[in-house]
T-cell receptor, first 116, second 109 residues
Framework: GAGVSQSPRYKVAKRGQDVALRCDPI?????LFWYQQALGQGPEFLTY????????KSGLPSDRFFAERPEGSVSTLKIQRTQQEDSAVYLC??????????????FGPGTRLTVL | TQLLEQSPQFLSIQEGENLTVYCNSS?????LQWYRQEPGEGPVLLVT?????EVKKLKRLTFQFGDARKDSSLHITAAQPGDTGLYLC?????????FGTGTSLTVIP
């Protein structure tokens, strides 16, 4: 399909394990966003890429969280030494526009991470 | 304290009833967006409001942007079971994008 895809859809990790979450944005979309969403709550901003440049990572909760988009397309969110409080749905969104902030973002279905 | 507060947080109504969801902030936004999210899916954009006082209609949904561009409302007329979902307002007062706290709507057939 032509939408944003994320993998895996579900991930169960033992506390202390490292995980990597993948996002395939819509082809040609310049802006890419990662969000963390707790159950029943609104998504919270984690980080923003414009092409391969990470322009804002102020929302990353700790230095255990790392995101990259090396070729300006696919992005990976990595969480090291996972903790139970990292359990959430991680959403990826892409936007055609350069700034993306006030333009339509297209969201993937998310990856539900459960840390035991 | 959340930048965008939504009320109510939960709403359960019978099919055919009307409802209003509110999104409030102390910050001024150049625009606000409304999204709907269904279980297991990402949010989907419903509308963007840009001008203070603006009213936009999308079938049975009416969106209003406050005159001071600090708040917005979503009114649904004659709710249908297909309207069930998590409704989110969102905007960027600066360079970072914020979502509201969310309103979970259940429409009972």
């Amino acid at each position: 399909g032509a939408g944003v895809s994320q993998s895996p859809r579900y991930k169960v990790a033992k506390r202390g394990q490292d995980v990597a979450l993948r996002c395939d944005p819509i082809s040609g979309h310049v802006s890419l966003f990662w969000y963390q969403q707790a159950l029943g709550q609104g998504p919270e901003f984690l980080t923003y890429f414009q092409n391969e440049a990470q322009l804002d990572k102020s929302g990353l909760p700790s230095d255990r969280f790392f995101a990259e988009r090396p070729e300006g397309s696919v992005s990976t969110l990595k969480i090291q030494r996972t903790q139970q409080e990292d359990s959430a749905v991680y959403l990826c969104a892409s936007s055609l526009a350069v700034s993306g902030i006030n333009n339509e973002q297209f969201f993937g279905p998310g990856t539900r991470l459960t840390v035991l | 304290t959340q930048l965008l507060e939504q009320s109510p947080q939960f709403l359960s109504i019978q099919e055919g009833e009307n409802l209003t969801v509110y999104c409030n902030s102390s910050s001024v936004f150049s625009s606000l967006q409304w999204y709907r999210q269904e279980p297991g899916e990402g949010p989907v954009l419903l509308v963007t409001v840009v001008t203070g006082g603006e009213v936009k209609k999308l079938k049975r949904l009416t969106f209003q942007f406050g005159d001071a561009r600090k708040d917005s409302s979503l009114h649904i007329t004659a709710a249908q079971p297909g309207d069930t979902g998590l409704y989110l307002c969102a905007g960027a007062p600066g360079n970072q994008f914020y979502f509201g706290t969310g309103t979970s709507l259940t429409v009972i057939p």
